[in-house]
């Protein structure tokens, strides 16, 4: 009877906690839950990049390039979430300033409802000039 009682009373904890607090699981940037359209100019989300592309271009391009400066941040087109699309993708354009001292336009995605079993962000993003691979494509036609 007694541990009837405890798995009862644990069954309840487990539930009362599922319904009172969202799993949200490999949020990579912190904006699942961001308005969309706001998003191209998350200072996580700059942040994210930043990082990401200093540790490519230094493993892959074999360079000490870093992002010194993005400014002129607008996103370029919003795909919101319906029953067509499972995934809300804001795309978004920018200008960056490396530390070579060149203006370079940085394009860039942000996927609301694609990380880790659906749950967080996902962002791709793409340096004009700087993806010798073409990866995302001529200038990086793919994110535009």
């Known amino acids: 009877m007694t541990g009837m009682l405890a798995r ?5 904890l487990a539930l009362a906690a599922s319904a ?5 699981a490999v949020d990579r940037v ?7 359209g706001i998003a191209c100019g998350n200072a996580d989300v700059l942040g994210f ?3 990401n592309f200093h540790y490519k271009a230094e493993n892959y391009l074999r360079s000490d390039i870093t992002i010194a400066d993005v400014f002129d ?3 370029k087109r919003l795909e919101l979430r319906d029953e067509t699309r499972p995934v809300e993708r804001e795309y978004c354009r920018a200008t960056v300033l490396t530390s070579d001292g ?3 336009p940085l394009w860039y ?3 609301r409802g694609w990380g880790f079993a659906g749950f967080g962000s996902n962002i791709e993003y793409c340096l004009s000039g700087l993806d010798p ?3 995302h494509g001529a200038q990086c036609a793919s994110l535009r």
């Open 8 to 12: 009862s009373a644990l069954l309840s």
């Open 20 to 24: 009172t607090t969202p799993v949200m």
């Open 30 to 36: 912190g904006v699942a839950g961001a308005t969309p």
């Open 49 to 51: 990049i930043r990082s």
């Open 73 to 75: 941040i607008r996103q």
């Open 102 to 104: 060149r203006k370079r």
């Open 109 to 111: 995605l942000i996927e």
């Open 133 to 135: 691979w073409h990866v």
